[in-house]
């Protein structure tokens, strides 16, 4: 079983946090509250917060997000964790630069989460929803959430 996630984006604001809340929940609410979840951004500015739309939209699956400040990922928090799941294909690539060797525990989110099912969507990349509506925020929302399921379940048995 996988000890620790660390879940990678852009900005650290929207898709990375949301994904870290959600799995956090799920591993919590199946009894696997022993795995350590994480989120770190390529491009952020450290300390800064989640984004109201990603707050609100979370609010509505019970998990609040509001106390989160981003951070930037580096080669310590690579090292740290024991799977590191990407929501773009960037994100992989700027981890295996900032640790060579990282290659066997990064993944793009949605190829693990779906790794050997039919049903893989064709798009392997979460859209990010930074600067636009709410409702683009709640499509990300339902793709992670289907993940997050898939990927609790991997880690958890």
């Not at 022993?34 to 707050?55: E, F, Q």
């Not at 064709?122 to 289907?146: A, H, N």
């Amino acid at each position: 079983m996988k000890k620790s996630v660390l879940m990678v984006c852009t900005g650290n604001s929207c898709r990375s946090v949301m994904a870290e809340g959600l799995l956090k929940k799920w591993l919590r609410d199946h009894g696997c509250g022993d795995v350590a979840v994480d989120s770190a951004g390529i491009a952020t500015i450290p300390g800064l917060m989640a984004s109201s739309n990603a707050v609100e939209v979370m609010k509505r699956e019970y998990v609040d997000i509001s106390n989160h400040r981003a951070q930037v990922i580096s080669g310590r928090l690579i090292e740290e964790h024991d799977l590191i799941l990407c929501m773009e294909p960037v994100h992989v690539y700027k981890v295996v630069e900032l640790l060579p060797g990282a290659e066997s525990k990064t993944h793009l989110l949605l190829d693990y989460a779906y790794e050997g099912d039919r049903e893989k969507p064709k798009i392997l990349r979460v859209t990010d929803p930074i600067g636009k509506p709410k409702e683009v925020y709640e499509s990300v929302l339902i793709i992670l959430k289907d993940a997050i399921e898939r990927v609790g379940k991997k880690i958890c048995g």
